[in-house]
């Protein structure tokens, strides 16, 4: 089993920046390969970004590369999502994942464990 839980969420001006964090526990952290996620109201949860166990080949959605940064610290068994000039439509829940299988692409049903997300809103 893991657990993960989300935290620095907030209330942003549309340009600003936040930092997510999602600490993981229960499995050792290196053997893990991490996602985040995204879901707004009425709409299906979509990729964001996902980082190998190595930390290298980070991957992106369109929608957010050039502005979102993934990063791991396997010391303090924590992965990042840092977001940098948001945009309204960044609007919704963001979750950590992970998986058995070493997988940091895009589909969200190849992901065993989430966490209770943390809600961004990107003021106009």
């Known amino acids: 089993q893991v657990q993960l839980e989300e935290s620095g969420g907030g209330l942003v001006q549309a340009g600003g920046s936040l930092t997510l964090s999602c600490a993981a526990s229960g499995r050792t952290f290196t053997t893990l390969a991490m996602g985040w996620f995204r879901q707004a109201p009425g709409k299906v949860r979509e990729f964001v970004a996902g980082i190998p166990i190595s930390g290298g080949s980070t991957n992106y959605a369109d929608s957010v590369k050039g502005r979102f940064t993934i990063s791991r610290d396997n010391g303090k068994n924590t992965v990042y999502l840092r977001m940098n000039s948001l945009k309204p439509e960044d609007t919704a829940v963001y979750h950590c994942?992970?998986?058995?299988?070493?997988?940091?692409?895009?589909?969200?049903?190849?992901?065993?464990?989430w966490g209770q997300g943390t809600q961004v809103t990107v003021s106009s």
């Open positions: 994942a992970t998986n058995r299988r070493g997988y940091y692409g895009s589909s969200r049903h190849l992901y065993d464990y």
